[in-house]
């Protein structure tokens, strides 16, 4: 496949995502949080990823930085019977942080970048895979979804990054 190709592909992949209906709206609550746990690490995060993989949701361990529980009471995610009884009602959360002055509220004005592992977490999830928005300057937070993030975006460059 072509550079071009690849960046075709990626088009295509975005307005397909773009067209599908976007989980139900703004959540602006900071009490949520109180909810999240940070995205478990080494042989928890294995467990985890192969409890999803066993769900038939394969996803990369980048695609997300925390966790909601709801009612949380301390997961053990080391212990698979619990990870999977438990993995119905957890969603994964990207988290994109903004500082800058030029942020408005609403969080217009915001530019970062999706990876492909979060677009690909998001396709595989559905409303499972958020993204909140989180300003660091104002406190404002925004949970939102790929899909809208895309149908609302008023720009977006694709590119392709390579390591050597």
Do not use: C
Request: glycine content about 6%; cysteine-free.
């Amino acid at each position: 496949m072509t550079p071009l190709e690849l960046i075709q592909s990626k088009r295509t992949h975005a307005a397909r995502l773009a067209n599908q209906r976007g989980a139900a709206g703004e959540q602006a609550s900071l009490a949520d949080m109180a909810h999240w746990v940070p995205r478990p690490s080494g042989a928890a995060l294995k467990v985890l990823l192969e409890e999803l993989r066993a769900a038939g949701k394969t996803i990369k361990r980048s695609s997300f930085d925390a966790l909601h529980i709801p009612n949380n009471e301390g997961l053990n995610f080391l212990d698979s019977e619990a990870v999977r009884l438990a993995l119905p009602t957890i969603d994964f959360i990207e988290i994109k942080t903004a500082s800058q002055a030029r942020v408005k509220p609403g969080f217009a004005g915001f530019f970062f970048a999706l990876t492909e592992s979060e677009i690909a977490a998001a396709e595989a999830l559905g409303p499972r895979h958020r993204v909140a928005l989180y300003n660091k300057a104002t406190g404002e937070l925004y949970l939102t979804s790929v899909p809208e993030i895309l149908e609302r975006a008023k720009s977006s460059t694709w590119q392709l990054s390579v390591q050597l």
